[in-house]
């Protein structure tokens, strides 16, 4: 394939002769005439910067008026050349894009003859003369304009008139700590031993964010869909839904079948699962997150968890960091909020003071978070404490939430037991009839 693209070329001389300003544009990335690759356009483009440089106006006639003086017409490939350029497009709108396809094809074309001719004298080259041509180097990538695209001036940044929003997670406590939620554009690791409530929490911030109208998405990698929504249901579900059941092992509270499908008809084109037929890497999971989010406009991620990836890396460590950096990105880009569940290393145990290496796995993974929340339960006793350990949005961090848990209805509650009596709204609201007759 060619280092040349000839309609970029042709499109950016058409642009002039409809907008002579064009050239600004080809100004501010250093556009020259001998970044253009045909030998014709060269000459035209040395001739259109010439004119306009000289505030003469640029169409075919004074084109062809200049060139001439200088016997340039033929190089320029003739006047039936220079007309055609003038209907080839009808505005001039996507010329910057243009450009930088020639800027960045003619800096290509500038290192390729560098190394070519540096690999010829190689033999005779000493440190000095590489050190040069290595400066050279750098010099053409800079010079190529689009490195510029690497910085912006802080002067063109516009302010958010308010808080760019969060999905409250529904304990008041943790909210107000963290800035009115989860915040949009964030990455939060939930950590914790096996057994400490980390999945029942996370049902709830689920249920909540539905309620709030934010579509949602569950990838599980230890349980099934059925144990999922069985699970699901039952810290959705309100009283009357619950009925008691008995069996050889005692008793039980299920939810009723009424339940089940109102909850399934208020979950419809809400709630979106990962499919157990997909490998969990980071190429399908980047994939699946990109079309939730633009299709199915979801915007609450929770992936439980972080060990059943199965992404690409030398070995459990790299494949880690490769899949948390990827959500991290997701979670920007999209202006997401993604939930990571990852298990605490055995040393937590042994820790007096907790802090956010405590995480399984590779020690990068909560420098990238924006919370890293542990979820912590002290034996057999019905209660979990979440503990905020990284908060990058307010800085607020060690506050402890106390979470009591009900085993009928899969809830954790807090004193005022607010949580406990929500009603996520699942239920069908029922208008009654006028009895008046028309």
């Known amino acids: 394939m060619g280092l040349y693209d000839l309609d970029a070329e042709r499109n950016i001389l058409s642009s002039v002769f409809i907008d002579k300003n064009v050239i600004i544009e080809g100004n501010k990335v250093n ?13 035209i483009y040395k001739y259109m910067k010439k004119m306009f440089d000289q505030s003469i106006a640029i169409d075919t006639v004074t084109l062809r008026a200049e060139l001439e003086k200088d016997d340039m017409l ?12 003038t209907t080839l497009i009808a505005t001039s709108d996507n010329v910057a894009f243009h450009i930088k396809i020639v800027k960045d094809l003619a800096t290509k074309r500038s290192i390729k003859d560098m190394l070519s001719q540096t690999t010829k004298d190689i033999k005779k080259l000493d440190s ?14 800079l010079d190529s304009g689009n490195v510029e695209d690497l910085i912006i001036d802080a002067s063109t940044i516009q302010f958010e008139s308010q808080n760019a929003g969060a999905i409250e997670t529904g304990f008041a406590a943790i909210d107000s700590t963290t800035g009115g939620g989860l915040n949009f554009g964030t990455l939060t690791i939930l950590t914790g031993n096996p057994g400490s409530g980390k999945s029942t929490f996370l049902n709830q911030i689920l249920a909540n964010a539905m309620s709030l109208g934010f579509n949602s998405f569950l990838y599980s990698g230890e349980l099934t869909y059925q144990m999922s929504l069985e699970w699901f249901c039952k810290t959705v579900a309100n009283p ?24 399934m008809n208020w979950s419809k084109d809400k709630l979106f699962f990962y499919s157990k037929e ?36 030398s070995d459990k460590y790299e494949k880690q960091i490769i899949a948390v950096k990827a959500l991290k990105q997701l979670s920007k880009k999209y202006n997401l909020v ?17 802090h956010v290496f405590e ?32 908060n990058r949005i307010t800085g607020i ?19 005022g037991q607010e949580e406990l009596k929500r009603d996520f709204g699942y239920s069908p609201v029922l208008k009654q009839e006028s009895f008046l007759q028309d």
């Open 240 to 263: 009357n839904h619950l009925v008691s059941c008995s069996n050889n092992f005692g008793k039980y509270v299920k939810v009723c079948e009424e339940g089940q499908n109102q909850i």
């Open 74 to 85: 033929d190089k320029a490939g003739g006047i039936t050349y220079l007309a055609g350029l």
């Open 128 to 141: 000095k003369e590489l050190i040069k041509f290595s400066d050279n180097l750098k010099t053409t990538l």
């Open 359 to 390: 995480i399984s796995g590779a020690s990068e993974i909560p420098n990238l978070a924006d919370y890293v929340f542990k979820a912590t339960r002290e034996n057999s006793e019905p209660e979990t404490t979440i503990l905020i350990l990284k």
């Open 278 to 313: 997909a490998t969990a890497d980071e190429v399908n999971l980047v994939n699946a997150i990109e079309f939730a989010a633009l299709r199915k406009n979801v915007k609450l991620f929770i992936l439980d968890n972080l060990m059943t990836l199965e992404c690409s890396g």
């Open 31 to 43: 556009l020259c005439a001998d970044d253009f690759f045909y030998p014709q356009h060269m000459v």
């Open 397 to 415: 961090i060690k506050r402890k939430l106390k979470l009591s848990f009900d085993p009928d209805r899969k809830r954790f509650f807090t004193r």
């Open 338 to 354: 993604i939930i990571l569940v990852a298990h605490s290393n055995k040393s937590s145990l042994q820790n007096r003071e907790p």
